[in-house]
């Protein structure tokens, strides 16, 4: 099994040999992280996971040889809204402004609360803590940024979680401090601090089907990948 990319990396293998209750190989994987955040660009283009799997015999026994396309879509909703924070100047610290992000039926979904929390030197960092009510939600990622008086976007952080965190609840901080934040001219519009948030959530809801199927016989191209492992 390999995952393609445009840099033909992150080949991986898994259960090369099996048997009837054993199976045994190379289990080299990439990390999420990995493929979701630094290489992205590489083995997510237009946000698609393309995986081939390769299946052989080593019994010596004749099979016939073909190919199968096959087509996962996850089903991704993805929103955005402007979280304004009126008076951010004299916003103190573990005071908690909250945003709820409501379904089609003004259900609340996820839970956005921000809040100060002091650390050194005294400045005080941007907290959010994340929930979810809906079990049904699998991954969530956000992404935060300042909306500035000439309405340009300035990033200021990003997440992603999992069911098991959201159901939890987590807090990240902000790449931004409330200092640096009130400090800026540019950013804050009569003491109010315009925060876009753009999130995107899967439900697991997915769609499968076999695209193309193409069979080449017995005969096409045996090889012995017994050997070819060895090497």
């Given at each position: 099994?390999?995952?393609?990319?445009?840099?033909?990396?992150?080949?991986?293998?898994?259960?090369?040999?099996?048997?009837?209750?054993?199976?045994?190989?190379?289990?080299?994987?990439?990390?999420r992280?990995?493929?979701?955040?630094?290489?992205?660009?590489?083995i997510?283009?237009?946000?698609?996971?393309?995986?081939?799997?390769?299946?052989?015999?080593?019994?010596?026994?004749?099979?016939?040889?073909?190919?199968?396309?096959?087509?996962t879509?996850?089903?991704?909703?993805?929103?955005s809204f402007?979280?304004?924070i009126?008076?951010?100047?004299?916003?103190?610290?573990?005071?908690q402004?909250?945003?709820?992000?409501?379904s089609?039926?003004?259900?609340?979904?996820i839970?956005?609360?921000?809040?100060?929390?002091?650390?050194?030197?005294?400045?005080?960092v941007?907290?959010i803590?994340?929930?979810?009510?809906?079990?049904i939600?699998?991954?969530?990622?956000?992404?935060?940024?300042?909306?500035d008086?000439?309405?340009?976007?300035?990033?200021?952080?990003?997440?992603?979680?999992?069911?098991?965190?959201?159901?939890?609840?987590?807090?990240f901080?902000l790449?931004?401090?409330?200092?640096?934040?009130?400090?800026?001219k540019?950013?804050l519009?009569?003491?109010?601090?315009?925060?876009?948030?753009?999130?995107?959530?899967?439900?697991?809801?997915?769609?499968?089907?076999?695209e193309?199927?193409?069979?080449?016989?017995?005969?096409?191209?045996?090889?012995?990948?017994?050997?070819?492992?060895k090497?």
């Amino acid at each position: 099994m390999e995952i393609v990319s445009q840099n033909k990396i992150g080949r991986t293998s898994i259960g090369i040999f099996k048997t009837e209750d054993t199976s045994w190989g190379f289990a080299e994987f990439l990390k999420r992280e990995d493929v979701i955040i630094k290489r992205s660009s590489e083995i997510l283009p237009q946000d698609a996971l393309t995986i081939r799997c390769t299946m052989w015999r080593n019994d010596d026994k004749d099979i016939e040889a073909g190919q199968f396309s096959a087509l996962t879509d996850i089903k991704v909703i993805r929103r955005s809204f402007v979280w304004e924070i009126k008076d951010f100047s004299n916003l103190k610290t573990n005071k908690q402004m909250s945003v709820a992000i409501r379904s089609l039926w003004k259900e609340a979904i996820i839970i956005l609360n921000l809040f100060l929390c002091e650390v050194k030197y005294s400045d005080e960092v941007i907290s959010i803590n994340v929930c979810a009510s809906d079990e049904i939600i699998k991954c969530l990622t956000l992404t935060f940024s300042i909306i500035d008086v000439e309405e340009n976007n300035v990033e200021c952080g990003k997440t992603e979680l999992l069911s098991d965190q959201l159901k939890d609840g987590t807090t990240f901080a902000l790449q931004i401090s409330k200092s640096e934040i009130t400090g800026n001219k540019n950013y804050l519009k009569k003491d109010c601090l315009s925060l876009r948030c753009e999130y995107a959530f899967s439900t697991g809801s997915i769609s499968e089907e076999i695209e193309n199927v193409l069979n080449f016989g017995a005969d096409y191209r045996k090889r012995d990948y017994r050997n070819r492992i060895k090497t």
